[in-house]
C-alpha cells in the first residue's frame, strides 16, 4: 500500500520558517518525481516545488529565493525548506509523488503563517 505522510506544518508569525517532510512507502521512491503542492481556503490547488529523479528543481514563482526543495532517496523523503514566510503562504501543503500518469498523494498539512 502507497503512503505518503507530510509533517512539520503548524502555526508561525510572518518571516518565520518551517521545514516540511514527507516520507513515503510502498513506492520506489527514487524513480517518482516528487513535488509540494498547496492549497489555500477558497483556491485551487498549485504546485509550489518540484525535484525530479536527477534532483532538478523548478518553484513556483510567488516561491522562488524563499523554498527549497531537496531528496533523501536512502530514507524515501522529500523536504521543503520555507524561509520568509508571508501570510499568503497560508494553505494545506501536500505531498505528490508523479511517474508518468501515476500519481499518489499524502493527506497534507496545514501551514498557518500570521502577520
Known amino acids: 500500500q502507497v503512503q505518503l505522510v507530510e509533517s512539520g506544518g503548524g502555526l508561525v508569525q510572518a518571516g518565520g520558517s518551517l521545514r516540511l517532510s514527507c516520507t513515503t512507502s510502498?513506492?520506489?521512491?527514487?524513480?517518482?518525481?516528487m513535488g509540494w503542492y498547496r492549497q489555500a481556503p477558497g483556491k485551487q490547488r498549485e504546485l509550489v516545488a518540484r525535484i525530479t529523479i536527477g534532483s532538478s528543481e523548478n518553484y513556483e514563482e510567488s516561491v522562488k529565493g524563499r523554498f527549497t526543495i531537496s531528496r533523501d532517496n536512502r530514507i524515501n523523503t522529500v523536504y521543503l525548506q520555507m524561509n520568509s514566510l508571508k501570510p499568503e503562504d497560508t494553505a494545506v501543503y501536500y505531498c505528490?509523488?508523479?511517474?508518468?500518469?501515476?500519481?499518489?498523494w499524502g493527506k497534507g498539512t496545514l501551514v498557518t503563517v500570521s502577520s
Open positions: 505528490n509523488a508523479n511517474k508518468r500518469a501515476v500519481d499518489y
Open positions: 510502498g513506492i520506489i521512491f527514487s524513480i517518482y518525481t
